[in-house]
């Protein structure tokens, strides 16, 4: 007792915590020796550091069974995908590790062909180049900045020697990225072209790219990834050609005097055609020979009949006919070289009969024409087009513009856009003042963004009201020193607790108002004896007061 004594005379904190009442004594002083042993514990504990990190689960069974072996201390971290070791065995454990093999996982790669076991089958071996092709492949994507890790799956059908039978292969790719990266829509398609250039006969719309969360980065095929990439289209084709409208005429008539919509009508819809066209026959000269066929025959001083004598060999001649007599131009024309007429009627005397024959078949080439018109996807159709240009301003007041320079406006509008009356385009261009009085914004006690900064702001503000509330009335009170003061009994100095304070406060106000009325009444007293002497005594205050104005 009377150590506590001496140490409450030489620390007034021990004092104070001397009245504290017992249960929260003893509650301060476990947290105390809580936060000492946790202090020592912290202090003496080794410095673990990460030995492996990013580990599949075999792998990490492995490293955990070899380490209990080799009586080194580890702990898991990550969800089990880290183990961390002392900082003084980090290199000794993995280079131990790496004697026996560990980890596995970094081996993925074409390295697992150079450890063939002998009398392998034909599939364990497919299995294992597949393995290292995958492997590849992941070490090959994350060499990407924005990819922490890359696993990749590929779907490898068995050869068919049959044509109609062979199953083209496919690929997915899992990515997870570094917190706060993304990847551009050109880096998955180099993703998806480096993973089918590296695997034979897999298109790249075989490959399926996925991150982390669960989202598909390759737009997917069908009709969603189809209404996807045409509303991309229509939306391009729209946005190029308002920013035409606004970046002509802005110049003209100021950036904020002009507003400009553009309505796409697109056509999605996959034409073939092929035609077959016939010509009418060409001119003879024009047209090309396919065959030709030429026989002809001649003759000329044949012998005279022979044979057996008969009824017909022993018949008199005939009598002589007159020649035939032809007008100049059609014996000219007959008298032809072997001509047997020509020559009977000039008189020519021939020894015998003789005869020409000429034959000749041409066939002659079909003019044909073969055309296949495939249309290509995204034909624009139609173009709507709709402007409208702010009045002038001249010193604030606003005029139309003129007829003639709205018409110059709408050729620019028309030459930009690439009008065309035969696709059945319309433009519209009309000058009108700008409504800019009506003030559209929000009030900001309305606004969604400054009412959720309002809420936050009061709900940390009771949160303060409630810590201040709790200082200033459970702990300040604790910590408050008791104060001193001095009784005139024996002029010993007293602690005293607030409830004490208090009623001796409560006593000295009490007693400085009955001495006020003491002093009170033995003033009326002394004004009802001396009247006289209590005026002077006014009258000499009055005068010190005036001398001090």
Same mark, same amino acid.
């Given at each position: 007792?009377? /150590?506590?004594?001496?140490?409450?005379?030489? *620390?007034?904190?021990?004092?104070?915590?001397?009245?504290?009442?017992?249960?929260?004594?003893?509650?301060?002083?476990?947290?105390?020796?809580?936060?000492?042993?946790?202090?020592?514990?912290?202090?003496?504990?080794?410095?673990?550091?990460?030995? *492996?990190?990013?580990?599949?689960?075999?792998?990490?069974?492995?490293?955990?069974?070899?380490?209990?072996?080799?009586?080194?201390?580890?702990?898991?971290?990550?969800?089990?995908?880290?183990?961390?070791?002392?900082?003084?065995?980090?290199?000794?454990?993995?280079?131990?590790?790496?004697?026996?093999?560990?980890?596995?996982?970094?081996?993925?790669?074409?390295?697992?062909?150079?450890?063939?076991?002998?009398?392998?089958?034909?599939?364990?071996?497919?299995? /294992?180049?597949?393995?290292?092709?995958?492997?590849?492949?992941?070490?090959?994507?994350?060499?990407?900045?924005?990819?922490?890790?890359?696993?990749?799956?590929?779907?490898?059908?068995?050869?068919?020697?049959?044509?109609?039978?062979?199953?083209?292969?496919?690929?997915?790719?899992?990515?997870?990225?570094?917190?706060?990266?993304?990847?551009?829509?050109?880096?998955?398609?180099?993703?998806?072209?480096?993973?089918?250039?590296?695997?034979?006969?897999?298109?790249?719309?075989?490959?399926?790219?996925?991150?982390?969360?669960?989202?598909?980065?390759?737009?997917?095929?069908?009709?969603?990834?189809?209404?996807?990439?045409?509303?991309?289209?229509?939306?391009?084709?729209?946005?190029?050609?308002?920013?035409?409208?606004?970046?002509?005429?802005?110049?003209?008539?100021?950036?904020?005097?002009?507003?400009?919509?553009?309505?796409?009508?697109?056509? *999605?819809?996959?034409?073939?055609?092929?035609?077959?066209?016939?010509?009418?026959?060409?001119?003879?000269?024009?047209?090309?020979?396919?065959?030709?066929?030429?026989?002809?025959?001649?003759?000329?001083?044949?012998?005279?009949?022979?044979?057996?004598?008969?009824?017909?060999?022993?018949?008199?001649?005939?009598?002589?006919?007159?020649?035939?007599?032809?007008?100049?131009?059609?014996?000219?024309?007959?008298?032809?070289?072997?001509?047997?007429?020509?020559?009977?009627?000039?008189?020519?005397?021939?020894?015998?009969?003789?005869?020409?024959?000429?034959?000749? /078949?041409?066939?002659?080439?079909?003019?044909?024409?073969?055309?296949?018109?495939?249309?290509?996807?995204?034909?624009?159709?139609?173009?709507?087009?709709?402007?409208?240009?702010?009045?002038?301003? *001249?010193?604030?007041?606003?005029?139309?513009?003129?007829?003639?320079?709205?018409?110059?406006?709408?050729?620019?509008?028309?030459?930009?856009?690439?009008?065309?009356?035969?696709?059945?385009?319309?433009?519209?261009?009309?000058?009108?003042?700008?409504?800019?009085?009506?003030?559209?914004?929000?009030?900001?006690?309305?606004?969604?963004?400054?009412?959720?900064?309002?809420?936050?702001?009061?709900?940390?503000?009771?949160?303060?009201?409630?810590?201040?509330?709790?200082?200033?009335?459970?702990?300040?009170?604790?910590?408050?020193?008791?104060?001193?003061?001095?009784?005139?009994?024996?002029?010993?100095?007293?602690?005293?607790?607030?409830?004490?304070?208090?009623?001796?406060?409560?006593?000295?106000?009490?007693?400085?108002?009955?001495?006020?009325?003491?002093?009170?009444?033995?003033?009326?007293?002394?004004?009802?004896?001396?009247?006289?002497?209590?005026?002077?005594?006014?009258?000499?205050?009055?005068?010190?007061?005036?001398?001090?104005?």
């Amino acid at each position: 007792m009377k /150590t506590w004594t001496l140490w409450a005379e030489r *620390f007034p904190a021990v004092s104070r915590i001397a009245a504290w009442p017992r249960p929260v004594q003893l509650g301060v002083a476990s947290i105390a020796v809580t936060l000492v042993v946790g202090a020592f514990l912290w202090a003496g504990r080794p410095d673990y550091r990460v030995l *492996f990190a990013n580990l599949e689960d075999r792998d990490g069974g492995a490293i955990v069974t070899a380490l209990e072996q080799m009586n080194v201390s580890y702990r898991l971290a990550g969800a089990g995908q880290a183990i961390m070791v002392p900082a003084d065995k980090v290199h000794e454990a993995r280079l131990l590790l790496a004697q026996k093999g560990l980890p596995r996982s970094g081996e993925t790669g074409f390295g697992l062909l150079d450890q063939t076991r002998f009398g392998a089958s034909q599939f364990s071996e497919q299995v /294992t180049y597949q393995r290292a092709l995958e492997g590849e492949l992941a070490q090959s994507v994350e060499a990407l900045h924005a990819v922490q890790r890359a696993r990749v799956h590929l779907a490898l059908p068995r050869e068919s020697l049959f044509v109609r039978e062979r199953q083209p292969p496919t690929a997915s790719v899992l990515l997870t990225l570094y917190p706060g990266r993304s990847l551009t829509e050109a880096q998955v398609s180099a993703i998806t072209w480096l993973v089918s250039s590296s695997v034979p006969h897999l298109d790249p719309q075989k490959v399926s790219v996925v991150d982390q969360n669960g989202r598909l980065l390759t737009p997917p095929s069908g009709e969603a990834g189809a209404d996807g990439s045409r509303r991309n289209l229509v939306n391009d084709i729209e946005q190029r050609t308002v920013q035409k409208i606004l970046a002509l005429l802005s110049p003209l008539v100021g950036p904020e005097n002009v507003r400009a919509q553009v309505s796409a009508d697109v056509d *999605f819809v996959h034409r073939e055609q092929t035609s077959e066209t016939y010509r009418p026959n060409q001119l003879p000269g024009e047209a090309a020979v396919r065959s030709k066929q030429t026989s002809a025959s001649a003759q000329t001083n044949t012998q005279p009949p022979q044979g057996v004598p008969g009824a017909l060999t022993n018949q008199p001649p005939v009598n002589a006919v007159a020649p035939i007599q032809t007008p100049p131009s059609a014996a000219s024309a007959n008298n032809a070289p072997g001509n047997p007429t020509a020559l009977a009627a000039t008189g020519v005397q021939q020894q015998g009969s003789g005869s020409t024959r000429d034959d000749a /078949t041409i066939n002659y080439e079909v003019d044909r024409t073969i055309s296949h018109t495939k249309n290509p996807l995204g034909t624009l159709r139609r173009l709507s087009v709709a402007v409208v240009v702010n009045y002038r301003q *001249f010193d604030d007041k606003a005029e139309p513009l003129p007829a003639d320079e709205l018409d110059r406006l709408t050729e620019l509008v028309r030459q930009a856009i690439g009008y065309s009356e035969e696709r059945g385009d319309t433009l519209s261009v009309i000058n009108s003042a700008f409504n800019e009085g009506t003030d559209t914004a929000v009030p900001m006690w309305q606004d969604p963004v400054y009412l959720e900064y309002g809420m936050r702001l009061i709900r940390y503000l009771l949160i303060a009201l409630g810590l201040y509330l709790v200082w200033r009335a459970i702990i300040k009170p604790l910590l408050a020193p008791p104060r001193v003061v001095t009784v005139a009994e024996d002029d010993r100095p007293v602690a005293l607790t607030d409830a004490q304070e208090r009623d001796l406060a409560e006593e000295r106000l009490a007693g400085e108002l009955s001495r006020y009325e003491e002093n009170l009444n033995t003033a009326r007293t002394l004004a009802e004896k001396d009247p006289r002497a209590v005026a002077m005594v006014l009258r000499t205050w009055m005068e010190k007061s005036n001398d001090n104005g």
